[in-house]
Structure formats: structure tokens, C-alpha cells
């Protein structure tokens, strides 16, 4: 059986684990690319993230590349995209932690913790308006986790 530290699939529901719980109270979260505000139940939101793994490097020390695509409509001064920035940058930071950087626990297929991996936060892009006028912005950030 694949060892846990090279399983993608456990990857992906434990990042998605991990966004739900931080955010999906607060801020809508999808796992596909949303350009269009989105509703939830009646309402069409007006801020809300997208998270995709983008790709995996194998090896003693793994990797993987995770995309948070930032979503805000009606935001004419770029004020609600830099309060949702910061929002997300709090939640992949952790203070407590000698280096500053948060963990992620990986979960195994019984939801037990297989392992942590370690956020590295890089430089987003810059914000981009849509033709429909929402604003997005790409903020990418790496994984990595000590794998056999």
C-alpha cells in the first residue's frame, strides 16, 4: 500500500479539511476556479476563495503548490481584496510556531493525523479586475512534509 507522505489524495482533503474549517463559516471556499459571484443559498456573495493543488514534487523533502484565487465584487478601492489578503495570510501564519509558519495536518484515509506539512507563504500576484468587474487576486503558497 502507498505510504501516506506520498498519497495526493489524503493531501487534498486534508488542505480542503483545513480551508472548510477556517473559513467556509466567514468566507465561501470552492475547490474549482469561480469567476462568476456565486450564491449561497439566495444570496450572491460578495467575497469568497478557490483553492487548488496545482502540483506535487516527490521526494525526501515533498512539495506541493497550492493556489488560493481571492474573489471580491463590488470593491471599487481594493479595500475588501487587501482585508480578505489579510485574512487568509493570518490563517497561514502561526505565531506560536518557532519559524512563524503554520501546519497543516495531514489526515490519513480514517481521518486520523498521518503527518504535518509546513506552509510557505510566496509572494501573491497582483489584484486583476474581470470583465465583469469582480476583482481577483492569486495567492500562492507551498507544502512540504518530510516523505519516504
Known sequence: MLDATLRESLRL??????????????????????????????????????????????GTLASSLVYVY?????????????????VLTDSLINLEENDGRQRIIIYDADWNEAYHSVVALLDPLETITLENRIKTKLVP????????
Do not use: Q
Open 13 to 58: 482533503r486534508s488542505v480542503k479539511k483545513f480551508f472548510i474549517d477556517k473559513f467556509n463559516a466567514s468566507i465561501p471556499v470552492f475547490f474549482d476556479v469561480i469567476e462568476d459571484a456565486p450564491k449561497v443559498g439566495n444570496v450572491v456573495v460578495d467575497k469568497w476563495m478557490s483553492v487548488t493543488i496545482r502540483s506535487t514534487s516527490l
Open 70 to 86: 481571492l474573489f471580491v465584487n463590488n470593491d471599487n478601492d481594493g479595500s475588501k481584496m487587501a482585508e480578505l489578503v489579510d
Open 141 to 148: 503558497f507551498s507544502l512540504y512534509w518530510g516523505a519516504k
